[in-house]
């Protein structure tokens, strides 16, 4: 296509050693490529958004979201650059490159940044009590350390690859500082590192009744350093992380049924015939109740002043109010039914035999025992 003489003489009149052509034509060239970025951009993340929801997997999703956090103006930068760096513009085309490079280490920061968020709110959403309940800290002090540490090694890598700036001091005096840190700060990052353990892999959570040694009660609050327990006589005890999982952890709340072993002593006097029907007694007496199955019920052994006979049964409910109610049941029962059979229930005693000493003996020993 022939321009016009006068057109053409005015797109050749140079403007910073550059023609009007040459800067229209890198104005063009700028806003295609940004629009075919946009548009790129715009395809990757509906498409792939679509397929991702069909399947189970989060890291697609993950992905898809952070290819929504693409910069419009990373994409301009981008663009620009694609655009004007083939123009003459002295010293100022020397930057592009470095310009580039900076843009994208930017970039992919701001993804990372999206790839933790996105972390974040998936755990959080997958454990819905806890972050009710107060986990929520824990995961956002995660989240945003590992924004810090990204951005710091982003830093260290555009002064490096980029600015070409020796950072050897730099690692070195981190690393230094770090140790020194560490070991002032040992305990509170004990007990920090043991707050994430408990998150994730989850002993126990809010709201649980845990025993931990001698003390029984419900947490509270599980925080970034202790854990706060509501104990059964009404204190709150606060322990500290790293403490709770050096101890032994009773779980009372994850248990699906309980365990009762009881005895009962029956006089020695007790005839045999009777003896034997009172374990079946007892097993009927259990099997009777609502919730629970009988285990076993046996003549377990012969004791100082009493016959024992040992029961076993679990209560299929984990309530402690249940659990006890079965007992009251089973022992008013029993009491019942061993009163109606005539079986007395020991108690502990010990019999002494004594040989009567006749008066002559005792005199003499009398009598001895004065000279």
Do not use: C
């Not at 930068?77 to 843009?103: C, E, M, R, T």
Request: charged residues 15%.
């Amino acid at each position: 296509m022939t321009l016009p003489p006068l057109l053409a003489d005015v797109l050749q009149r140079e403007f910073l050693s550059n023609s009007l052509q040459a800067w229209l034509t890198a104005s063009v060239t700028t806003a295609t490529v940004f629009v075919v970025l946009l548009g790129v951009r715009w395809v990757l993340v509906s498409r792939l958004g679509a397929l991702a929801e069909k399947t189970t997997n989060h890291v697609d999703d993950m992905v898809v979201d952070m290819i929504g956090h693409t910069r419009s103006k990373a994409l301009f930068a981008l663009a620009f650059i694609a655009g004007f760096g083939a123009l003459k513009l002295a010293y100022v085309s020397n930057f592009f490159s470095p310009a580039a490079k900076l843009i994208f280490l930017w970039q992919l920061a701001v993804w990372g940044s999206a790839g933790v968020a996105f972390w974040v709110r998936h755990h959080l959403k997958a454990r819905t009590s806890m972050t009710e309940r107060g986990g929520v800290a824990m995961i956002n002090a995660i989240g945003i350390a590992a924004r810090v540490v990204l951005w710091i090694l982003i830093i260290i890598t555009a002064f490096h690859s980029v600015l070409s700036i020796d950072v050897t001091p730099w690692i070195t005096g981190l690393g230094v500082s770090g140790i020194a840190v560490a070991l002032a700060v040992q305990n509170i990052l004990g007990d920090l590192l043991a707050a994430l353990a408990i998150v994730f892999d989850k002993p126990f959570d809010v709201g649980d009744t845990i025993g931990v040694d001698s003390i029984t009660g419900t947490v509270e609050h599980i925080g970034l350093k202790t854990t706060r327990i509501r104990s059964v006589t009404g204190e709150q005890i606060i322990i500290g992380n790293g403490d709770m999982l050096k101890s032994r952890l009773r779980n009372f709340r994850r248990m699906y049924q309980r365990r009762a072993l009881f005895n009962l002593d029956v006089t020695f006097d007790t005839p045999s015939t009777s003896l034997a029907k009172l374990p079946k007694m007892i097993e009927q007496i259990v099997t009777a109740q609502p919730g629970v199955k009988f285990e076993r019920s046996h003549i377990a052994s012969f004791g100082e002043s009493a016959i024992r006979i040992e029961t076993v049964y679990y209560v299929l409910d984990p309530d402690y109010k249940k659990y006890m109610d079965a007992q009251q049941a089973i022992n008013l029962a029993v009491l019942d039914r061993f009163g109606a059979e005539r079986v007395k229930f020991a108690f502990p005693s010990r019999t002494v035999y004594s040989t009567t000493v006749n008066a002559t003996t005792a005199a003499v020993a009398e009598t001895t025992a004065s000279s």
